[in-house]
């Protein structure tokens, strides 16, 4: 997933109808990173581990701020997707 600055890392896991974005920053200061993870028909991100949303702007781009060495968990479509999910196949 295209990002900028370049001392970013993004990662977008998608596991039976649902979505994870991971956002980390791997420099020693504060960064605004933007990024555009695939959201389907939707453009929030909801944060796993606070109740921040994030809301995409013009052209489906995020803009997310990091501390130095920070990180953050968004699920894809906010937190109550994930009880609509695709259910696990039985064998």
Not at 5 to 10: A, K, S
Not at 64 to 72: E, K, Q, V
């Amino acid at each position: 997933m295209p990002t900028r600055p370049v001392n970013t890392l993004p990662i977008q896991y998608v596991w039976r109808n649902t979505s994870l974005v991971c956002v980390h920053n791997l420099a020693g200061h504060p960064v605004e990173v933007t990024l555009r993870p695939d959201l389907g028909d939707g453009g929030a991100l909801a944060n796993v581990l606070t109740d921040g949303v994030s809301q995409a702007g013009r052209g489906g781009v995020h803009r997310i701020d990091l501390d130095a060495y920070d990180y953050l968990w968004y699920r894809v479509h906010g937190l109550l997707y994930a009880i609509d999910r695709e259910a696990a196949p039985v064998r």
